[in-house]
C-alpha cells in the first residue's frame, strides 16, 4: 500500500540514488502529482459511517471484528458521527420510516464522501417487496458501489470497499466538483413535491416494478395480481 | 376432548359472557367471550385464585378477509398453574373497538398500540393511543388488514415522496409529546399532522 | 430566571469552625443569577441512528441535569412487514423469513416456526431431528448471548470482550455454514424435518466448539464479573421486582434475573427437554448485573444441554416420512409417475395445513418467542403472527430507567437484549 509500491512514472523521485528512495543520507523529499497524494491519503484513511439496520449490520460487525479486521485497509475507525466520515455503508433493510434519517445523515456527511450499499434490500428492496420498505436506497442518496448479497460475507464488503479505494484513485481534484454535484438543501428538504423527488431519484432505483407515475391511486400492486390474494 | 376445567370455571363466574369454547391443534384451549367484557373476564382470569393467568404473553388481532368479523385474541399463561389459554373477542367491522387491558397488565400498551396501528381496531381506556410501527403520517390504511395491498395503495414514487417528507423533528418538543387529541381511525388529511414543523427549520 | 443567595465560604481548614461549617470568610453574600433548572427540563433524543441503541431505535428522554425523568422509545424504523409477507407465502417459503426476522439466532427461529406448523399439522418429528434441533437451539441461544455480551461490554468501555466474543463466534458462523451454507440466513428447517441432514464432521464440529469455549467465556468472565467498573456501571441500576417483571410481560433471562423462575424449556416442554439435565439460572435482584450473570450461566448451560444431546445424537431418517409434507426419494420421482406427481404438488402448490390455529412457544434466546399461526386448510396462513419478545422487554424500557442516569439508559437498553429485526417485524 505504501508509495513506494507504485509504478516508477507516477512516483519521480527527487536524486534518488541507488539504495532506496529514502535510504540514509538521502534528500528526504520527493516530487509527485498533488492528485495523486491527495488520493494515496484519502484512500487508504477511509472513515466508514456504519449505518446498519438489520442482518447485513452483523456481517458489517464481523468484518470489523479480529477475524476480518477492516483496519488492514485504514478503517479501524468507525466513525458514528456523520460529520467526520468519509464512507457511508448502508447495511441492511430501509423502511420509509427510516428513509429521512439516511437521507439526512448523507447531508450531514462532509464532501467528498462515497456510499456503500451492502446487501440485497439496501440495493434493491431484497425480498421486501412490500408496503413499507423503500426499494433501493438510491432512490434515496447516490450509490457508489452496490455490494450484492444476503447476507454479503465480509469478504464481500472488503472488496466493496476495495473498489471505492480503486474509484478514489482514478479521481481528479479538478473534477471533483461536478462529479459530485448535488444540493443537499434540495433534497432533504421537509416536503419536497413530487417531481423534484422524481427528477432527484432517477434513475428510479435498480428493481422491475416500480412505476414513476405519482398519485394516491395507482398501486403497482395490481401487477401481479397472484399477490392480491393472499 | 371435554372442556378443561378452566373453560367450566369460567362459564360458571359468567354464565353469559362465555359465547363460546373449542379445543385447536389438539391441545391448545380456546374460549370465544363477549367483547363488551373483555377487562372484566380477563381480570377474573388474572386474579382468581385457582386460576392465576398472570402473564399477558400476547395480544394480536386476526382477520380472516370477507367481511368476517375481526379477532382480537389473548395468549395468557398461568406460571404458578403452568397452563396457557387462548381468549377471543369477535368484532364486527362496523365496531372497531374493545376496551384496553393496560391497566391489568402494562405489558399490553404496546401490544394494543401495535393492533391498534397494524389493523385499526380502537382500544378504549388505553392511555397513549397512536401508531407505533408505521409513521405518525402514515396514509394508507392500516397494513394487516385483508384489503390493504401488499405494497402498499400509493406508488413508490408517491410513497418516496411521503417518506421524504416526514417531519424529522417531530417529538422534538414537549408540547408535542402531550396532548395528541382523541386518535383518528385513518388520518384524514396527512398534512395535518405532520405539516406543522415543516416551515420553521 | 430566579435569583438566589449564594454564600461563597473562602477558607477551609484552620478557619473552619467547631462544628465543621466554614467559617464566614471576607465576601458578603451575594446575589447570582440563577437558571430555573427545577423547572426546565431538557429533552434529548437518541437514535434512531446511534451506536448504543443496538440498532435503529430511537429514545427520546427528558432530564432533569443528567437524570432521566422519561423515556419515550420510538420503534418502527426497521418495520419490515414479516408478518404481511407470510400472508403471501406458502409455508416452506416462510422460513427464509423466519431468520432475517432475528439475525443474533437465526436458528432458533427456524426452528420455532416449522415447531408451530407441526403443531398445527399434528405431525411429530422424527428422534433424531428434535435432538438436531436441540443442537440448533442452543447453539444459537449462545450465538445469541455472545453477541449480546460483546456489544454490552464496549457500552461499558471494554473492548476486550467484543474482540474475543467475535471469535468464538466466528466459529459458530463456520458451523451454521457448513450445516446450511449461509453464515446468517441459514434457513435450516423445513415443515417436518431439516433442509439436509447434518454434514459428515458437523458433530464433531459442535464438539470441539464446545469443548473449548468455555475457556473463552471464563476469560471473559474474569475480565468482567468481578470487575469494579463493570460492576458499578450494572449493579442495582435498572433493577424491577418479580411482581413488575410479570406485569410488564418480560419473559427469558430478563424475567429469570428478577427471581421468577419461568423458562419454557422447563414449563411447556418440547422436544424432551424435561429429560436433559440443565439447571435455569433464577437472579434475585433484577439489576443490570443480575442480566448479566444470568445470561453467563445460561451460556454454560447450553454447553451442558450440548454435551448431553451430542452423546445421545441418534441415528435414522431426519425427516418425518408423511406424504402430507415429506418429499419422496429423488430415486422414486425418476422411476415412478405418481410419486413424480407428488413431488410436483408439494412444490408448486405447497403444503395444506388444516383450517385451524396454533400458538407455540419455544424459549428463545430473548424470552419467550412465540409462533401464532391461523391456518385456513390452503397452502397459505391467514395469519403468521411472531409473539416477539424483545418487543414487549423493551416496553418495560420507560419503567425501568426512570431516575437513573443517562449513562444507565444506556447500559439498560443493552441488558435488555433487544434485536430491532424482531421488536420492529
Ligand atoms: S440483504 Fe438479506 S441479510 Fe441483508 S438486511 Fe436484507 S434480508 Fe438481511
Request: aromatic share 8%; proline share 7%; hydrophobic share 40%.
Given at each position: 500500500?505504501?508509495?513506494?509500491?507504485?509504478?516508477?512514472?507516477?512516483?519521480?523521485?527527487?536524486?534518488?540514488?541507488?539504495?532506496?528512495?529514502?535510504?540514509?543520507?538521502?534528500?528526504?523529499?520527493?516530487?509527485?502529482?498533488?492528485?495523486?497524494?491527495?488520493?494515496?491519503?484519502?484512500?487508504?484513511?477511509?472513515?466508514?459511517?456504519?449505518?446498519?439496520?438489520?442482518?447485513?449490520?452483523?456481517?458489517?460487525?464481523?468484518?470489523?471484528?479480529?477475524?476480518?479486521?477492516?483496519?488492514?485497509?485504514?478503517?479501524?475507525?468507525?466513525?458514528?458521527?456523520?460529520?467526520?466520515?468519509?464512507?457511508?455503508?448502508?447495511?441492511?433493510?430501509?423502511?420509509?420510516?427510516?428513509?429521512?434519517?439516511?437521507?439526512?445523515?448523507?447531508?450531514?456527511?462532509?464532501?467528498?464522501?462515497?456510499?456503500?450499499?451492502?446487501?440485497?434490500?439496501?440495493?434493491?428492496?431484497?425480498?421486501?417487496?412490500?408496503?413499507?420498505?423503500?426499494?433501493?436506497?438510491?432512490?434515496?442518496?447516490?450509490?457508489?458501489?452496490?455490494?450484492?448479497?444476503?447476507?454479503?460475507?465480509?469478504?464481500?464488503?472488503?472488496?466493496?470497499?476495495?473498489?471505492?479505494?480503486?474509484?478514489?484513485?482514478?479521481?481528479?481534484?479538478?473534477?471533483?466538483?461536478?462529479?459530485?454535484?448535488?444540493?443537499?438543501?434540495?433534497?432533504?428538504?421537509?416536503?419536497?413535491?413530487?417531481?423534484?423527488?422524481?427528477?432527484?431519484?432517477?434513475?428510479?432505483?435498480?428493481?422491475?416494478?416500480?412505476?414513476?407515475?405519482?398519485?394516491?391511486?395507482?398501486?403497482?400492486?395490481?401487477?401481479?395480481?397472484?399477490?392480491?390474494?393472499? | 376432548?371435554?372442556?378443561?376445567?378452566?373453560?367450566?370455571?369460567?362459564?360458571?363466574?359468567?354464565?353469559?359472557?362465555?359465547?363460546?369454547?373449542?379445543?385447536?391443534?389438539?391441545?391448545?384451549?380456546?374460549?370465544?367471550?363477549?367483547?363488551?367484557?373483555?377487562?372484566?373476564?380477563?381480570?377474573?382470569?388474572?386474579?382468581?385464585?385457582?386460576?392465576?393467568?398472570?402473564?399477558?404473553?400476547?395480544?394480536?388481532?386476526?382477520?380472516?378477509?370477507?367481511?368476517?368479523?375481526?379477532?382480537?385474541?389473548?395468549?395468557?399463561?398461568?406460571?404458578?398453574?403452568?397452563?396457557?389459554?387462548?381468549?377471543?373477542?369477535?368484532?364486527?367491522?362496523?365496531?372497531?373497538?374493545?376496551?384496553?387491558?393496560?391497566?391489568?397488565?402494562?405489558?399490553?400498551?404496546?401490544?394494543?398500540?401495535?393492533?391498534?396501528?397494524?389493523?385499526?381496531?380502537?382500544?378504549?381506556?388505553?392511555?397513549?393511543?397512536?401508531?407505533?410501527?408505521?409513521?405518525?403520517?402514515?396514509?394508507?390504511?392500516?397494513?394487516?388488514?385483508?384489503?390493504?395491498?401488499?405494497?402498499?395503495?400509493?406508488?413508490?414514487?408517491?410513497?418516496?415522496?411521503?417518506?421524504?417528507?416526514?417531519?424529522?423533528?417531530?417529538?422534538?418538543m414537549p408540547d408535542e409529546m402531550e396532548g395528541?387529541?382523541?386518535?383518528?381511525?385513518?388520518?384524514?388529511?396527512?398534512?395535518?399532522?405532520?405539516?406543522?414543523?415543516?416551515?420553521?427549520? | 430566571m430566579t435569583r438566589r443567595?449564594?454564600?461563597?465560604?473562602?477558607?477551609?481548614?484552620?478557619?473552619?469552625?467547631?462544628?465543621?461549617?466554614?467559617?464566614?470568610?471576607?465576601?458578603?453574600?451575594?446575589?447570582v443569577a440563577e437558571p430555573d433548572i427545577g423547572s426546565e427540563q431538557m429533552l434529548i433524543?437518541?437514535?434512531?441512528?446511534?451506536?448504543?441503541?443496538?440498532?435503529?431505535?430511537?429514545?427520546?428522554c427528558e432530564l432533569d441535569g443528567e437524570t432521566v425523568v422519561s423515556?419515550?422509545?420510538?420503534?418502527?424504523?426497521?418495520?419490515?412487514?414479516?408478518?404481511?409477507?407470510?400472508?403471501?407465502?406458502?409455508?416452506?417459503?416462510?422460513?427464509?423469513?423466519?431468520?432475517?426476522?432475528?439475525?443474533?439466532?437465526?436458528?432458533?427461529?427456524?426452528?420455532?416456526?416449522?415447531?408451530?406448523?407441526?403443531?398445527?399439522?399434528?405431525?411429530?418429528?422424527?428422534?433424531?431431528?428434535?435432538?438436531?434441533?436441540?443442537?440448533?437451539?442452543?447453539?444459537?441461544?449462545?450465538?445469541?448471548?455472545?453477541?449480546?455480551?460483546?456489544?454490552?461490554?464496549?457500552?461499558?468501555?471494554?473492548?476486550?470482550?467484543?474482540?474475543?466474543?467475535?471469535?468464538?463466534?466466528?466459529?459458530?458462523?463456520?458451523?451454521?455454514?457448513?450445516?446450511?451454507?449461509?453464515?446468517?440466513?441459514?434457513?435450516?428447517?423445513?415443515?417436518?424435518?431439516?433442509?439436509?441432514?447434518?454434514?459428515?464432521?458437523?458433530?464433531?464440529?459442535?464438539?470441539?466448539?464446545?469443548?473449548?469455549?468455555?475457556?473463552?467465556?471464563?476469560?471473559?468472565?474474569?475480565?468482567?464479573?468481578?470487575?469494579?467498573?463493570?460492576?458499578?456501571?450494572?449493579?442495582?441500576?435498572?433493577?424491577?421486582?418479580?411482581?413488575?417483571?410479570?406485569?410488564?410481560?418480560?419473559?427469558?433471562?430478563?424475567?429469570?434475573?428478577?427471581?421468577?423462575?419461568?423458562?419454557?424449556?422447563?414449563?411447556?416442554?418440547?422436544?424432551?427437554?424435561?429429560?436433559?439435565?440443565?439447571?435455569?439460572?433464577?437472579?434475585?435482584?433484577?439489576?443490570?448485573?443480575?442480566?448479566?450473570?444470568?445470561?453467563?450461566?445460561?451460556?454454560?448451560?447450553?454447553?451442558?444441554?450440548?454435551?448431553?444431546?451430542?452423546?445421545?445424537?441418534?441415528?435414522?431418517?431426519?425427516?418425518?416420512?408423511?406424504?402430507?409434507?415429506?418429499?419422496?426419494?429423488?430415486?422414486?420421482?425418476?422411476?415412478?409417475?405418481?410419486?413424480?406427481?407428488?413431488?410436483?404438488?408439494?412444490?408448486?402448490?405447497?403444503?395444506?395445513?388444516?383450517?385451524?390455529?396454533?400458538?407455540?412457544?419455544?424459549?428463545?434466546?430473548?424470552?419467550?418467542?412465540?409462533?401464532?399461526?391461523?391456518?385456513?386448510?390452503?397452502?397459505?396462513?391467514?395469519?403468521?403472527?411472531?409473539?416477539?419478545?424483545?418487543?414487549?422487554?423493551?416496553?418495560?424500557?420507560?419503567?425501568?430507567?426512570e431516575g437513573?442516569?443517562?449513562?444507565?439508559?444506556?447500559?439498560?437498553?443493552?441488558?435488555?437484549?433487544?434485536?430491532?429485526?424482531?421488536?420492529?417485524?
Open positions: 500500500m505504501g508509495l513506494s509500491e507504485q509504478p516508477a512514472e507516477r512516483l519521480p523521485v527527487a536524486s534518488s540514488p541507488p539504495g532506496g528512495v529514502l535510504g540514509a543520507g538521502t534528500p528526504t523529499f520527493l516530487t509527485t502529482r498533488l492528485d495523486f497524494v491527495v488520493n494515496w491519503a484519502r484512500r487508504n484513511s477511509l472513515w466508514p459511517m456504519p449505518f446498519g439496520t438489520a442482518c447485513c449490520a452483523i456481517e458489517m460487525m464481523a468484518a470489523a471484528a479480529s477475524n476480518f479486521d477492516l483496519a488492514r485497509f485504514g478503517m479501524e475507525r468507525m466513525s458514528f458521527s456523520p460529520r467526520q466520515a468519509d464512507v457511508l455503508i448502508c447495511a441492511g433493510r430501509v423502511p420509509y420510516k427510516l428513509a429521512p434519517v439516511l437521507r439526512r445523515i448523507w447531508d450531514q456527511m462532509p464532501q467528498p464522501k462515497w456510499a456503500v450499499s451492502m446487501g440485497a434490500c439496501a440495493s434493491s428492496g431484497g425480498v421486501f417487496d412490500v408496503y413499507s420498505m423503500v426499494q433501493g436506497i438510491d432512490t434515496i442518496i447516490p450509490v457508489d458501489v452496490y455490494v450484492p448479497g444476503c447476507p454479503p460475507r465480509p469478504e464481500g464488503l472488503i472488496y466493496g470497499l476495495m473498489m471505492i479505494q480503486e474509484k478514489i484513485r482514478e479521481e481528479r481534484l479538478s473534477e471533483h466538483g461536478t462529479l459530485r454535484a448535488e444540493d443537499p438543501a434540495a433534497v432533504a428538504r421537509a416536503r419536497a413535491d413530487a417531481e423534484e423527488v422524481l427528477a432527484l431519484s432517477g434513475p428510479f432505483g435498480n428493481s422491475t416494478r416500480q412505476n414513476r407515475v405519482s398519485g394516491p391511486t395507482g398501486s403497482d400492486a395490481s401487477d401481479r395480481p397472484d399477490d392480491r390474494i393472499p | 376432548m371435554p372442556a378443561s376445567t378452566t373453560v367450566e370455571a369460567l362459564r360458571a363466574a359468567f354464565p353469559d359472557a362465555v359465547v363460546r369454547d373449542l379445543v385447536q391443534s389438539g391441545d391448545q384451549q380456546v374460549v370465544y367471550i363477549d367483547p363488551s367484557r373483555n377487562a372484566e373476564v380477563l381480570d377474573w382470569l388474572r386474579t382468581d385464585p385457582g386460576e392465576r393467568f398472570n402473564l399477558l404473553v400476547d395480544v394480536t388481532a386476526v382477520d380472516y378477509g370477507d367481511g368476517r368479523p375481526l379477532e382480537v385474541v389473548y395468549q395468557l399463561w398461568s406460571i404458578p398453574h403452568r397452563r396457557a389459554l387462548r381468549v377471543k373477542c369477535e368484532l364486527p367491522l362496523s365496531r372497531l373497538a374493545i376496551a384496553s387491558v393496560t391497566a391489568l397488565w402494562s405489558a399490553a400498551n404496546w401490544l394494543e398500540r401495535e393492533v391498534y396501528d397494524l389493523f385499526g381496531i380502537e382500544f378504549r381506556g388505553h392511555p397513549d393511543l397512536r401508531r407505533i410501527l408505521m409513521p405518525e403520517n402514515y396514509a394508507e390504511g392500516h397494513p394487516l388488514r385483508k384489503d390493504f395491498p401488499l405494497r402498499g395503495r400509493f406508488s413508490r414514487a408517491e410513497q418516496t415522496r411521503r417518506a421524504l417528507s416526514q417531519d424529522m423533528e417531530q417529538y422534538y395528541r387529541g382523541a386518535p383518528q381511525l385513518v388520518p384524514a388529511d396527512e398534512s395535518a399532522t405532520s405539516g406543522s414543523g415543516s416551515q420553521g427549520r | 443567595t449564594v454564600e461563597i465560604p473562602v477558607g477551609r481548614g484552620a478557619e473552619m469552625g467547631m462544628d465543621a461549617r466554614p467559617a464566614m470568610g471576607p465576601l458578603t453574600p451575594v446575589d433524543n437518541i437514535g434512531p441512528q446511534h451506536p448504543a441503541t443496538h440498532g435503529v431505535l430511537r429514545l427520546i423515556v419515550t422509545p420510538h420503534i418502527g424504523y426497521l418495520h419490515s412487514s414479516f408478518e404481511k409477507l407470510g400472508e403471501y407465502r406458502t409455508y416452506n417459503q416462510i422460513v427464509p423469513l423466519t431468520d432475517r426476522m432475528d439475525y443474533l439466532a437465526p436458528l432458533i427461529y427456524n426452528c420455532a416456526y416449522a415447531m408451530a406448523v407441526e403443531k398445527l399439522m399434528g405431525i411429530e418429528v422424527t428422534e433424531r431431528c428434535k435432538v438436531v434441533r436441540v443442537i440448533c437451539l442452543e447453539l444459537d441461544r449462545i450465538f445469541s448471548h455472545l453477541l449480546w455480551l460483546g456489544t454490552t461490554a464496549i457500552d461499558v468501555g471494554a473492548f476486550t470482550p467484543f474482540l474475543y466474543a467475535f471469535q468464538e463466534r466466528e466459529r459458530i458462523y463456520q458451523l451454521h455454514e457448513e450445516l446450511t451454507g449461509a453464515r446468517i440466513t441459514t434457513s435450516a428447517t423445513r415443515v417436518g424435518g431439516m433442509m439436509s441432514d447434518l454434514p459428515a464432521g458437523w458433530a464433531q464440529g459442535v464438539r470441539d466448539f464446545i469443548d473449548t469455549f468455555p475457556r473463552t467465556l471464563n476469560e471473559i468472565d474474569s475480565l468482567l464479573t468481578t470487575n469494579a467498573i463493570h460492576q458499578g456501571r450494572t449493579i442495582d441500576i435498572g433493577a424491577i421486582g418479580p411482581e413488575d417483571a410479570i406485569d410488564c410481560g418480560l419473559t427469558g433471562p430478563n424475567l429469570r434475573a428478577s427471581g421468577v423462575d419461568y423458562d419454557v424449556r422447563k414449563d411447556r416442554p418440547y422436544y424432551d427437554y424435561e429429560t436433559y439435565d440443565f439447571e435455569v439460572p433464577v437472579g434475585e435482584n433484577g439489576d443490570c448485573y443480575d442480566r448479566y450473570l444470568v445470561r453467563m450461566e445460561e451460556m454454560r448451560q447450553s454447553v451442558a444441554i450440548l454435551h448431553q444431546a451430542l452423546d445421545r445424537l441418534p441415528d435414522g431418517p431426519i425427516n418425518v416420512e408423511d406424504p402430507r409434507v415429506s418429499l419422496p426419494s429423488k430415486t422414486d420421482c425418476m422411476n415412478d409417475m405418481e410419486s413424480m406427481i407428488h413431488h410436483f404438488k408439494l412444490i408448486m402448490d405447497g403444503i395444506n395445513a388444516p383450517a385451524e390455529d396454533c400458538y407455540f412457544a419455544v424459549e428463545g434466546s430473548k424470552g419467550e418467542l412465540g409462533m401464532y399461526l391461523v391456518g385456513d386448510g390452503g397452502p397459505k396462513p391467514v395469519r403468521w403472527r411472531i409473539r416477539p419478545p424483545s418487543f414487549v422487554n423493551l416496553s418495560a424500557i420507560a419503567r425501568l430507567a437513573h442516569l443517562v449513562a444507565d439508559l444506556i447500559m439498560i437498553n443493552a441488558s435488555l437484549d433487544i434485536v430491532l429485526g424482531e421488536i420492529d417485524r
